[in-house]
Structure formats: structure tokens, C-alpha cells
């Protein structure tokens, strides 16, 4: 297997230029401002009248306006969603498990399931992009490592599902708004050429993409492809952790620099050392409390398994819903705890696969959700 060092460049090259008839990715401009009656609206080249630019779903100026003393839930019956994946040791989603084999925990008290469902869904993905020049100029294979990342799990997606892509160093940038077109997403991502700052603030990045996402409808996740380090957040882990957690959208993580950490023992420091441990550890928190994955690839060959991973996890999922036995409105954390039991005897689920055999499996939720407060 050839190591990051021996990675051929055409191959960057064939996903940057082999797509024929792109031009670089432009901005979108936001709403035009009201204007008065009198004056023509513009025309193009042809002389008819320009349409005005939809608003970008990831603007945060495109979203109503809702006074920010309002409790979350606007119904007198609070209802918790929790979309749920049951994976099995080779992250194969695991199929047609009964309703009654499902048992959800709110701060280890069981609550009764009122909605249950399962099927394959398209997916609304926002790919969260870490473009920083502190590695990707001084360390060349992350930037082959991510571009390999972020195009390789493009491919992967279907023509109904819905991905955008925000690249951050100092501060995020959306390269491209939510939209079927994979051609308008290839060219948003042949931005990503010449990093610009040398900060990486993750933390910034992500709970504002959270914040950006927690209104869209529909089954949702942020994909971040990270080394997992923040230098610079205006919030800090905790800050950005709880953002995260209210949030509610799950992320897949993807850490960078894996092989170069290995092939680095015993040269790096140990300030350096530890900063990596931190970034793995802050990346595995985001994803496992909001229902998500983390992985940390040492090699290219692993992706694909990575890419398959995260879109059983998406695709095929169980919708539970259910209706908080706790109805204090205190503006609390409460954890969540989804289980497979058999019902007869109160006992974890025994799976087996078709000779019988014992199947090790994963169940992925989020792990907890913010309770409304109440408004006096």
C-alpha cells in the first residue's frame, strides 16, 4: 500500500480539471433591496427581466425572523425526534427491526414511543471543509488528503440529495448553497486551491454551520472534514459544545493527518503531541453527541468504507418520536439513551445474521437534547 508521501499528484489533478466545461465558482449575491416602483427592473443581454436571486438557505439573513425571548417549542405537547442507525460491525445498516424492540431513555427514565418509522431517505448534507494554510501549505499531504476527502464523498451522493459546501480558516466562506447540481458543487470546490490564513478555528466554524442548518427540514447532517484543531475561536469547546448540542445536527467527522502523525513519533514535541490527542478527542465528542460518526483514516483505501459508513448512517435510519415525560420547561440538558431489547425478557437485543451467528452492533443517536424554557 503506498504511503501519503508516494500519493500521485495527477490524481488531484484528474478530480480538479477532468469535469469539462467549469468555470470558477461565483458567489451568490444575497436579496436584493426593495426599490421604488418607478424604476425598471434590470434586464439582461437579451431584454428580458432579470429574476431576483433566491435567498441562500444558509443565510442566516434568509431565515424569518423569530424574537429571541420565544421558547423553541411552540406547542402545548413538546415532541423529541430522534432519528436512529443500527449498524453492525461492518457498518451495514441492520433492517426491518420491530418498533418493539426500540427502547429511548430521557435521563435513564424510559419514555413511551408515539411515531415510528423507517426507510431510505434522500440526504441534505452541508460539507464543512478545514482549508487553513498552517497545514495545508506547510504540510502538502493534507491538502491532497482533504481534496481526496471532500471529492470522494461527493461522488458518493444520489441525484435528490442536497449538499452545500462552506470552507473555513479564520473564518467560514460558503462556496456553494444547498442544490442537486454535483456540477455547481465541482465548482465551488475548485476554490479550494490557495489557502488564504493560517488560523483554523473550528470551533467558530462549526457551531455557526449548526446554527445555519438547525432550521432546514428534513434529514440533515454536517460532514466535517477537519484536522480537528482550533487555534483562534472566538468560543470556546464548551461554548461551542453546547451550541452544538442545541443545534441537533449530526456530524461525521473525518480527522486529517493521521499518517503524518505516525510517521512523525518521536520527532514532534510534546505541546504537538498533545494538541493532536485534544483534536481527535474534541472531534469523537461533536460526533458522538449530536447522533454522528468519527473517523481518522490512515490511508486512502480507508475512505471508501468511511464514505459507505456515513451514507448507511444517513440513508437508512429509524424516525422515533416521542413525548418527554418531564415537562419542565427549565432551559435543561437532557440526555438521551436509545436501546434494542426484546421485549419478553427486558434484556439487549441478541442479533444474529443468516447462520445464526451473534452480530456485534452499533446503535447511533444523538445523545441529548435543550429543553424549552419558559417564557415568563
Known amino acids: 500500500m503506498k504511503s501519503l508521501n508516494r500519493f500521485p499528484v495527477l490524481l488531484v489533478a484528474a478530480a480538479l480539471f477532468a469535469l469539462p466545461n467549469m468555470s470558477m465558482g461565483q458567489e451568490q449575491e444575497g436579496p436584493t433591496k426593495d426599490v421604488d416602483k418607478t424604476v425598471a427592473p434590470p434586464r439582461n443581454s437579451a431584454g428580458q427581466p432579470e429574476e431576483a436571486p433566491i435567498p441562500s438557505k444558509l443565510s442566516k439573513k434568509a431565515q424569518p425572523d423569530v424574537p429571541e425571548n420565544l421558547p423553541s417549542f411552540k406547542s402545548s405537547l413538546d415532541i423529541v425526534s430522534v432519528d436512529v442507525a443500527v449498524l453492525d460491525?461492518?457498518?451495514?445498516?441492520?433492517?426491518?427491526?420491530?418498533?418493539?424492540n426500540f427502547r429511548i431513555l430521557e435521563d435513564n427514565v424510559p419514555q413511551p414511543i408515539k411515531s415510528f418509522g423507517k426507510g431510505e431517505a434522500p440526504m441534505t448534507v452541508c460539507l464543512l471543509i478545514e482549508f487553513?494554510?498552517?497545514?495545508?501549505?506547510y504540510w502538502s499531504q493534507t491538502w491532497y488528503q482533504t481534496l481526496q476527502a471532500s471529492y470522494g464523498f461527493l461522488q458518493t451522493l444520489k441525484a435528490d440529495d442536497y449538499v452545500a459546501v462552506i470552507a473555513y480558516d479564520m473564518r467560514e466562506e460558503i462556496l456553494s448553497d444547498f442544490t442537486a447540481d454535483k456540477r455547481q458543487t465541482y465548482e465551488a470546490m475548485q476554490r479550494l486551491r490557495i489557502p488564504g490564513f493560517s488560523e483554523s478555528n473550528?470551533?467558530?466554524?462549526?457551531?455557526?454551520?449548526e446554527e445555519r442548518m438547525s432550521r432546514i427540514e428534513g434529514r440533515k447532517a454536517i460532514v466535517l472534514i477537519s484536522s480537528g484543531i482550533d487555534t483562534f475561536s472566538?468560543?470556546?469547546?464548551?461554548?461551542?459544545?453546547?451550541?452544538?448540542?442545541?443545534?441537533?445536527?449530526?456530524v461525521y467527522a473525518i480527522g486529517l493527518m493521521q499518517a503524518l502523525r505516525i510517521m512523525s513519533e518521536g520527532r514532534m514535541g510534546p505541546i504537538q503531541e498533545m494538541n493532536f490527542i485534544q483534536a481527535d478527542n474534541q472531534m469523537k465528542t461533536f460526533a458522538s453527541e449530536t447522533g454522528g460518526m468519527a473517523f481518522f483514516p490512515r490511508f486512502f483505501g480507508e475512505f471508501p468504507t468511511i464514505y459507505q459508513n456515513?451514507?448507511?448512517a444517513l440513508r437508512n435510519q429509524y424516525s422515533l418520536a416521542y413525548e418527554p415525560s418531564n415537562k419542565a420547561r427549565d432551559?435543561?440538558?437532557r440526555k438521551i439513551k436509545v436501546e434494542l431489547v426484546n421485549p419478553a425478557t427486558n434484556e439487549p437485543l441478541?442479533?444474529?445474521?443468516?447462520?445464526?451467528?451473534?452480530?456485534?452492533y452499533t446503535i447511533v443517536a444523538k445523545a441529548g437534547y435543550t429543553a424549552p424554557r419558559e417564557v415568563e
Not at 473550528?202 to 454551520?209: C, M, R, S
Not at 472566538?234 to 449530526?250: E, S, W
Request: proline share 7%; no cysteine.
Open 202 to 209: 473550528l470551533f467558530d466554524a462549526l457551531a455557526d454551520t
Open 331 to 333: 432551559g435543561k440538558y
Open 350 to 360: 441478541r442479533v444474529t445474521d443468516e447462520k445464526g451467528k451473534p452480530v456485534k
Open 234 to 250: 472566538r468560543l470556546t469547546f464548551d461554548k461551542a459544545r453546547k451550541a452544538i448540542q442545541d443545534g441537533g445536527v449530526p
Open 89 to 100: 460491525n461492518k457498518g451495514h445498516f441492520i433492517p426491518n427491526i420491530p418498533k418493539g
Open 310 to 312: 456515513i451514507s448507511q
Open 132 to 137: 487553513s494554510a498552517r497545514y495545508q501549505r
